[in-house]
């Protein structure tokens, strides 16, 4: 992979011009993507942009994210060609730090699980997760440093974990969502993959302007594994890797204890569906009416599910849902930070799903910054990951421990 | 003023056709927009939507809000023909419901304070307020009996209350703001300009599914008359107009008291540009690198102000409205319901402002719904208008309210 730290300061060493670390992107796609197939459409004619802390660093976005020099189409043959007028916001304030958007990465339709072609770029034979699939496959196989993705139940930390990636899902609207095709409102939650932790923080502290991100550190730190037994066993492997982090974790200093999650959490994980499916038939009104059954299948049938909620039952979940955060300040009053697995265990063997995000959707209700750290790596070479969760608008802290943790755990992932 | 009521009666007794609805419309357009200038674009050929609760019923929809069907070109040149995909799915679902969308309404630049050409069908001499300019003056000038606008300051009450129109700022969110162009993501909020506050109530229960919104009632309320001296004195024709709303609500019935405003309104009032500039810079940030110096100039100058905020200002002004928010229960602890007036007085005499928001932000901030009601008719036959506002997401209380002083009121605009 390819560490965006260590790019920026070859660069700023003069040990590497911008114009050659996009060159070796270039290169790089070139090379991988015909077999992994993480891009929509790459800029052959890739440039530097202008000088600033991400100069020289080439970003993969997810093709959901509007970009006025490339069509967004959103992974649905409805948007074939479609290009926005304006880039998002995200993708303005990455381009004026000097980063280069090199092309759009691979979304599953509509950010819905309906799976794309993108393989894992550990194991070709399986999914690389999504609805991010493209950005965390782009970042896997060291096309790109950086890749920007989206999360509304779990399509950024689930895809890192499969593909054996740090990743980022920030604090509920930390990143602005503007410019980013809607799905479920109150869930879509903007981040980033990248090599290591440092390299999001990195990221994370200059496109939001607080050099604070970049800077904590942990000590010492007392984490929380959250036993979810709503939200099902997880496969031999994932219990592996949770083993190891707690085991690393604890050889670093911290202190570990099992923590129950509160019950009004399995009450949000139980209502996810509902919110998420009356918005999202909501959000998507126009391509419901105007594609109906051409819709893909799993979308179709979200946006179905979503007009038989009442508002009833949608005022019903938002009320768990806001018991459920209020809960979390609770829960956060014994710990500073909470472990739990990414996803299951690793990649299933098969292009036909993009996987489980039963281990995800707590957290994105919950709002909880969340931050991937690869811990395990099953045979087949698959990797799976574990997420530290800080509370909420504690997005400096949840990357201080996931720096932490992966120190902690050593060389997991090349 | 067209009834959206009355003329859904007429359609349902079948004494009007949805399509004859429809060409009054265009006939009162054709006949009136030339002086006024209240809309972009107009669909010639409209047609009735399906059965449904709005069928006949033509919608102005303000063009920042994506229409499939009609070119968005945000009030600005940068925009000049630019059509969405997709439409936002607050027209999406008037559409749905029947709803025939008339036309597009002028909006200033982006919804900021350039003011547009558009004429105040009360007197033409005078502004009819903005950002949401043309949706006012549309329905004042009896040209549609239902528009969309949005508020970010105070750009759907004061119109309203310019124009001698009913309108309704909704709690924050309460309508999906999906499909509208942001200015400031934590302010801007989708609404509605009708010819009273049943036409609004019986709109607002339709698209959000929610009948209750249209047959509550309030008896004796008890009201509370917000002291805001943070803002200033209100014009003199402002100090009769709020005289004349108290004294007909007592004698329907209402206690009404004074209520100084918590401390912390005043922190969040004074507080508003910042964060609105902060927000706005980064949302339009593609508009601001790519067209610079060719922006509108109240445009400009907010962006380039937005820029010189930092992080943490940012952050501190929004913990003061979470502050303020928290207060806001204190004094609904007192009263139902809270009186305020809508502007400080009648609309300026000049199409070289939209006027002062001073006496709306308080309420954008807070995300408390708002209804405008005309008060009063100043020499000129201009209007001033007075805002009930309901405790946040109380929407059915401030229509139920907003009725009961209209009631109270008579008739004071045709």
Known sequence: MISLVETRAL????????????????????????????????????????AGPLQGICVGVKDIIDTADFPTEMGAVAYAGWRPKADAPIVAELKRLGATVIGKTVTTAFASMDPAGTRNPRNQAHTPGGSSSGSAAAVAAGMVPLALGTQTGGSIIRPASFCGVAAIKPSFRFLSIVGVKPFSHSLDTLGFFAAGVADIAYAMAAVAGRPDLETGSVVNPRIGVVIQDFAGAPAPEGARALEAAIRAAERAGASVREITAPAAWGEIWRLHPILQSYEACRNLAWEHSTYGDSLPPRVKSELDAGRTVTAAEYDAAQAAAASARAAAQGVFAEVDVLLALSAPGPAPVTLATTGDARFNRLWTQLGTPCVNVPAYVAPGNLPVGVQVIAPY??????????????????PVMS
């Open 393 to 410: 608008g504690r997005d400096g802290l949840a990357l201080a421990a996931g720096r932490f943790l992966e120190k902690a755990l050593g």
């Open 11 to 50: 660069i700023e060493a003069g040990k590497l011009t911008p114009a050659a670390a996009i060159g070796q992107c270039l290169a790089a796609i070139a090379a991988q993507d015909g077999d992994i197939g993480a891009f929509v459409r790459v800029d052959p004619g890739a440039r530097p942009g202008p």
